[in-house]
């Protein structure tokens, strides 16, 4: 039998190692599969609150009752006079005509309530990053916004995309996208290590 050694390592185990690296790599890339189309088309809807969400509610010549709420770990959120108010799942505009709703019936005859989002629930970004964590989260915000605000890549990442997990209808998705994309409230970012 006639066996080639280079550098002290036979031809048949450079071979074999050679394979397995082959194999991990084409492992590696089997299990990425393509982004659902609901993980980017709820971009284009309408936000929807969820626990985190702090909403300030104003109803016009009422006071007492204009206030920053917050939509607690059940989706709902406490308001004087009518109790909880269902929260996740809906918009802001649906809020309002919730609580107005509520409100008309036996306590004001005709109210006028506006709701805005005063901060949006977090968003978390874990992996190769500075130092992973909970940040707070800013309308328009990319990927490559929340990589500079925990810290920057570290020296092992893979830069050029990331993972996110998201909740979409009641789903949990995760997609891989370039680092351009764009992040909601409540996204896990996950920014994996490079190969090589």
Known sequence: MLSIIENGVPAAVRAVAASLIAALVLAGCSTYRPVHEAFHEVLNHPYTLDSGDRLRITVFGQD???????V???GHLAFPLIGAVVARGQTPKQIEGDIAAKLRNGFLRE????????????????GEVGTGGQYTYVPGMTVQNA????????ARAEQASADITRQVNGSVITGRVPISDPILPGDTIYIRERLF
């Open 64 to 70: 007492d009752l204009s206030n920053n709420y917050s």
């Open 111 to 126: 109210p006028d309530v506006s709701v805005e989002v005063d901060r949006y629930r977090p968003f978390y970004i874990m």
């Open 147 to 154: 990589v500079a605000i925990s810290g920057g890549f570290t």
């Open 72 to 74: 607690d770990k059940s």
